[in-house]
């Protein structure tokens, strides 16, 4: 004999067809992602973000140029890991502890550090939307597990550095270096990588070709620490 609660649920959809169509679709839309998962997994798919696909719908465009992850310079791949996320090749998908000290820190009523890692970032920018919510940081963290449990860290952050946003309408490692320093993605030097690494959480007001002091002093930090990243990397240059 079926629950009470089942029962009555079957009885309100019977009444309200569609009620049970937007339940349906509502299932459907919240598993769909982990099933591009895979076929972003295939190598010769290239991926768009939801950013790109909001360009398109308002008409705005955008450029995204996508290259191989060996065609573009370790010196922003060490930059951005060690920007972004040092823990990178050691977690699966979520840094647990700085997750943590993140949630301690609300709890606390303090100001809280960001923790999102890259496969964090990816399933946002591939899935989610922008903005901070408990509810799309909970529909972060599967998909991130998710995504890091399919997905190669290499292929992970090919992505990555393919659909993250450096500036109105520019996407990807490739138009960013075309963008900010008339150069490709492969030729990128130590000092503009870094700088790109440090405009990632705001490209808007942090402008890569056009650094402030403060810029200019984090990128030194990024950059020495990507010149030695060593074992931090072993996933991406082994």
Not at 34 to 47: I, Q
Not at 142 to 166: C, H, Q
């Amino acid at each position: 004999m079926k629950p009470a609660w089942l029962q009555r649920l079957n009885a309100m959809f019977q009444s309200m067809p569609w009620l049970r169509r937007i339940v349906l679709a509502v299932i459907a839309l919240m598993l769909l992602p982990y099933l591009l998962v895979f076929v972003y997994a295939l190598p010769f798919t290239r991926p768009v973000s939801t950013l790109m696909l909001s360009e398109l719908v308002l008409f705005r465009g955008y450029d995204r140029r996508w290259v191989s992850l060996d065609d573009i310079s370790p010196a922003l791949v060490r930059s951005v890991m060690m920007s972004e996320d040092g823990q990178f090749c050691m977690h699966a998908g979520v840094d647990w502890r700085q997750m943590r000290g993140v949630v301690q820190d609300a709890l606390d009523g303090e100001a809280t550090r960001g923790a999102s890692t890259i496969p964090m970032q990816t399933a946002k920018n591939l899935f989610l939307w922008n903005g901070r919510s408990f509810i799309r940081k909970g529909l972060e963290l599967p998909l991130a597990l998710g995504t890091d449990f399919v997905l190669s860290k290499r292929r992970i952050m090919e992505i990555y550095l393919n659909i993250a946003e450096w500036g109105p309408g520019i996407y990807g490692a490739e138009a960013a270096a075309q963008h900010h320093f008339k150069t490709s993605a492969a030729k990128l030097s130590s000092r503009q990588a870094a700088l790109l690494a440090v405009s990632l959480p705001n490209p808007f007001t942090r402008v890569a070709s056009k650094p402030s002091r403060g810029m200019q002093r984090l990128a030194a930090i990024v950059e020495r620490r990507a010149r030695n990243s060593g074992a931090y990397i072993k996933c991406i240059y082994d």
